[in-house]
């Protein structure tokens, strides 16, 4: 009988084992909700040296991935004048980086061995935080009529809705700056050209007094005109805040909030201590809370964005990103230019990704100098992935 008991013995451990198992594998995939493709490449050492054959070997890296992804062949047959036949074929990957990370580099005998890291964006939510501060610039626009209508500080209102949407743009490595000086009796804006020049976003802010009816007074003796006026001095108008969101970068992000506030009825002078009251400020700060949560959920995965401009008669490439954004010296930055996804199994196309190296590191701007891949472009917008 107890040689019985052994197999059912042994079944209920390889259940537990395999359940183990099965439990140690969902607690990995909660802890990197993110897939990596793990990809190598190669590249020959020669008169660059070894950083210029890193170079190589990533961009290599990178087209062996977009070999594993699907894509899409065009062919292009053009017959010259002479008779003549030629025929462009064009490979277009769907891979979509969102970051890299140099896992491996090695080399053995002249050959550079490298092995890549990379997050793709394939419509996840659960991104880092990006490698490059994003520049967020801002503008505020006041109603037509009077500002202090009611008693309520419109300028102080839009003043501390922009605080607080700064406040929680901080904490995703958001900074905000101000464009707009027609609030500047209460703050000065920002240098407007450079944050016009490193703006990765921009936040309008515009508050609008909304229709209320109207009291007709009835032509019935005096006491009913003083009731009906002072039932129109009772009403509490309305005021719209919107809050609008775009990109420079890219028209498919253009964000719109919008709420609707009853302000409080007039206060006797005793009774306005504040500005702005209580419940209303309340108010306001959970719509910011509410939008800048939205907003932050559509944007967060987007990565990083910088204007690339050839320096005359140098061989060196300047940027609009700098120090103060997370710039290092000496760091080595992947470009990949806008279309890249047609560039990247095609080398010499002009949209082919590149590497480049930081230089010459200022405040608000970097020097670089070309490491790999096409060395003839002049000015491009390009993701930029540090690595």
Not at 43 to 58: K, Q
């Amino acid at each position: 009988m107890k040689q019985l008991n052994h197999p059912q013995r042994t079944s209920t451990i390889i259940c537990a084992v395999l359940t183990g198992l099965v439990i140690s594998q969902l607690s990995l995939a909660e802890q990197d909700p993110t897939p990596k493709l793990i990809v190598s490449g190669q590249a020959v050492v020669a008169d660059g040296g070894i950083e210029s054959a890193i170079a190589r070997a990533t961009l290599d890296a990178l087209r062996s991935a977009a070999t594993q992804r699907q894509g899409q062949m065009t062919s292009q047959s053009i017959v010259s004048s002479d008779g003549q036949l030629t025929e462009n074929i064009r490979l277009k990957t769907s891979l979509n980086i969102s970051r890299m990370d140099l896992l491996e580099q090695i080399e053995v005998q002249g050959v550079v061995t490298v092995k890549l890291a990379l997050e793709l964006d394939e419509g996840t939510k659960d991104c880092p935080l990006p490698q490059l501060t994003q520049v967020v610039t801002t503008d505020l626009a006041t109603p037509p009529n009077d500002s202090s209508y009611h008693q309520v500080d419109i300028n102080q209102l839009l003043l501390d809705t922009e605080a607080q949407f700064s406040s929680l743009a901080k904490g995703g490595n958001f900074v905000t700056h101000r464009i707009n000086p027609a609030l500047n009796t209460y703050q000065t804006a920002w240098l407007a050209s450079e944050a016009y020049n490193q703006a990765d976003y921009h936040l309008a802010i515009g508050a609008q007094w909304l229709s209320t009816p109207t009291i007709e007074p009835e032509p019935s003796g005096l006491g009913s005109l003083m009731s009906s006026l002072n039932g129109l001095q009772d009403q509490s108008p309305n005021l719209m805040l919107t809050a609008t969101f775009s990109s420079p970068y890219g028209a498919d992000i253009d964000l719109r909030h919008q709420q609707q506030f009853t302000l409080p009825a007039n206060r006797s002078i005793s009774q306005s201590g504040a500005p702005i009251p209580q419940e209303l400020s309340k108010q306001v700060a959970k719509w910011v809370e509410k939008s800048w949560r939205s907003i932050h959920q559509t944007v967060k995965c987007e990565g990083s964005y910088i204007k690339l401009s050839k320096i005359i008669d140098q061989p060196l490439w300047r940027i609009n990103k700098g120090q103060k954004l997370g710039l290092e010296q000496g760091q080595k930055l992947l470009l990949l230019p806008q279309n890249y996804e047609d560039g990247i199994l095609n080398p010499d196309a002009r949209s082919a990704p590149l590497v480049f190296k930081v230089t010459q590191l200022q405040p608000h701007a970097a020097l670089l100098e070309h490491v790999a891949g096409p060395d003839n472009i002049t000015n491009a917008i390009a993701q930029v992935i540090v690595f």
